[in-house]
């Protein structure tokens, strides 16, 4: 059996695979930079932001970046989510009555975009499903008269 470039003899180890950390060469500089380091390098952007330094005005996007290292953005915490849809509903239902949740609070606006994206999933499948039997079919037709 040939062995690729990538296969470990006994006792080998790939180490750590990510490469060198990108972090420490932009800390050296910030320390070599800013004699308070990391701290005094955060209030000089924070003023550049607010004040726009050598402009003069405001800098929206780095306002922005900075607001994000305090309170950064919310993320989909994956909970539970019922909501009352019978089993038989057709697809338009099960979206009504997710647009309905959405509407009413129950449901966060991303959860509903991820269940809405499943029920698109859904259809696309059983159309493939389908084209997938019907063709199967006209194959074994054609087989019988070949």
Avoid: Y
């Avoid at 380091?37 to 003023?47: K, S, W």
């Avoid at 970046?65 to 697809?91: F, M, T, W, Y």
């Amino acid at each position: 059996m040939a062995t690729s470039s990538t296969t470990l003899k006994k006792g080998e180890t790939l180490g750590d695979t990510r490469g060198p950390s990108k972090k420490l060469p932009m800390l050296n500089a910030i320390e070599k930079r800013f004699e308070g380091g990391a701290q005094e390098f955060c209030e000089h952007i924070l003023e550049i932001a607010l004040t726009g330094g050598v402009e003069g005005s405001a800098v929206p996007t780095l306002i922005g970046e900075c607001l994000k290292r305090v309170q950064p953005p919310l993320k989909q915490n994956g909970v539970i989510i019922n909501i009352d849809i019978p089993e038989d509903a057709s697809h338009a239902e099960k979206t009504e009555a997710i647009f309905k949740a959405v509407a009413r609070g129950e449901i966060a606006l991303e959860s509903g975009q991820i269940l809405i994206g499943m029920i698109k999933d859904s259809i696309a499948i059983a159309e493939s499903t389908e084209l997938l039997d019907r063709l199967e079919k006209i194959e074994q037709l054609l087989a019988g008269k070949a």
